[in-house]
């Protein structure tokens, strides 16, 4: 609140977009207005304004004597619901020899325009009038610009200790500013940082997306700020746990932890048979799906949630929940196609460190890789008001290896006939006697199934090699 002494300099002030001098004490209408057009600041000043009770336009104190019932009134106007959004103001009684002032002390908003009774009042200079339309979006601009995301706002309580400058200057800028721009910066660290969202210079303290991304220890100020991973036995949160770990730290040095987490202790693999001369590896997910989708959950999540990111596996499936539904142009109805961002200065530090790449295809990248990896389609919850979630099921290749004895039994039996091939040539045969051998009466089946994958591996040779679809062609058995 002003000072007794700075009261007495303001009543001589030449600023008068800030200052209304009154001697009235029962005009409410004029005051309110007042204290409307001191909220809207459409100077843009970031000065407070004054509304005076108790003196003339030329500074003069009028004698007015402030009573409590005056106090009271005056400060009613702050909360009786004419004025809204609710300024941000202090009442203040100020006693001089020559009379007492009444002073009301009006911070600018930071949601304008500011209405008394739907109408916006701004002053320019000494006028007080209602806004026009070119005025009113003016307001509105300057709102959108106010309304800062959560990852761009100061951290307090932290300081510049908090976040690891080492790193950044070491690792980050180099990838995200040109060389010779970083070589010819002569700037104090902080305003470096400041010029990337990182650092806020007017409370002098890091930013949120600092904290998350580059803080020693983020945990102490968001809470929520980790992986949690958890797998299941079974099909619910009911079964035996095989494995849990907690997965912490800033992004800078989490995301590559949490990479090698996946592909090392998730995603699995084995080799099947699919003929006697080949294996094939089947995966039970691909990593590079589970890092897109665990990459998107770390960007796109609310920080300011307590609840970590829920990465749990079943039997069946993988499940990954983040605090924070669609947000802003994106809604359930045009859920992929439209994209936002919640922390758009964490999304371009990530894109910065190559961790995404913000073309808005990473939803179709997944469904991709799923598919040529014989997973079904994800399952993406978009329903849930406070939280995202996909679901993302096993290899359905792996799950016929693993369950379906019709398909083992197929590849045992391919392997038998191939032997048989082989013993059945030891002596040169034709097509004719190796399809009489199978009972087998397709020529270009047995040929396509059977004969060219063992003439391709190296076990059968033909006798006519240089005249491959000769009548007189037999197939002999390689030497080995």
Known sequence: MITKEEVRALLQSTETYRIERTTSTGDMDKFQE???????????????GYLILGAYDNGTLSGLKVTDALLKKIAAIRS???ILPLPIMSVERFEYEDGDLLVAEVSPSLVPPVRYRGRTFVRVGPRRDIATEAEERILFERRTSYMATFDATPCFGATIKDIDTDYIKREYLPQIIDHEVLESDSRDVKEQLASIHLYDLQHECPTNAAIILFGRDPQYFLHGCYVQYVHFAGKDRGSEIINERQIK????????????FVRDAVVTSRPIPISMLREKDIFNYPD????????NACMHRDYQSNMPIRFYQYEDRIEILNAGGLYGEARPENFPMVNDYRNPIVAEAMRGLKYVNM????????????QENGNPEP???VDKITAF???VKPSLSLNLVTNDEKVTNSVTKLNETLNDILDFCSTPRSMTEIMGR?????????KHRYIDPLIESGHLVMTIPDKPNSRSQKYKRALT
């Not at 199978?438 to 047995?446: A, F, I």
């Open 34 to 48: 007042a204290i409307c057009a001191f909220a809207n600041d459409l100077p843009n000043s970031r000065k407070k």
């Open 389 to 391: 979630e996909v679901v």
């Open 80 to 82: 009786d619901g004419n």
């Open 249 to 260: 730290g800033c992004l800078s040095k989490m995301l590559p932890q949490l990479e090698s």
């Open 288 to 295: 590079k799906a589970l890092r897109e989708l665990l990459m």
């Open 359 to 370: 073309f808005n295809r990473g939803i179709q990248r997944v469904k991709t890789l799923l």
């Open 379 to 381: 399952v993406f919850n």
């Open 438 to 446: 199978l009972g087998l009466k397709h020529r270009y089946n047995v």
